[in-house]
């Protein structure tokens, strides 16, 4: 499986998926000031969890399939403290509820920091 085919990852709180799961899709605020969703892969989920979330307790990740996304996903740079060659996939639309084929709790550890989770 290719890093562009594999399950993608977003992160929200458990209220925000349920509301998505009504609505029939997801439009956090990034959507609307940046023109995209905020997605990860399995083993770079932490980076922007800890930059944005470190200490939370109420998060969920919505693992997802590609193939369901139904607008075009981006890998892009992160951050500047990223690694230089990291990408991250941006979708350039809503989340479609649909396209979440799973959901699990995101916890931080005892620390308050996340870690990588397991394709």
């Known amino acids: 499986m290719t890093r562009r085919t594999q399950t993608l990852l977003h992160i929200c709180t458990l209220e925000e998926w349920l509301q998505a799961r009504r609505a029939g899709e997801h439009r956090p ?15 770079q989920v932490h980076l922007p969890a800890n930059r944005l979330f470190a200490g939370r307790t109420d998060l969920v990740l919505l693992r997802l399939d590609p193939v369901r996304l139904g ?9 500047p403290s990223d690694p230089e060659s990291m990408r991250f996939p941006h979708l350039y639309g809503p ?3 649909a396209a979440v084929i799973a959901v699990t709790s995101y916890e931080p550890d005892a620390d308050g920091t996340f870690a990588p989770v397991a394709s």
């Open 95 to 97: 989340l479609p509820a």
């Open 71 to 79: 607008s075009p996903v981006h890998w892009e740079p992160g951050v």
């Open 29 to 43: 605020k990034s959507l609307e000031t940046q023109g995209f969703v905020h997605l990860s892969a399995p083993d």
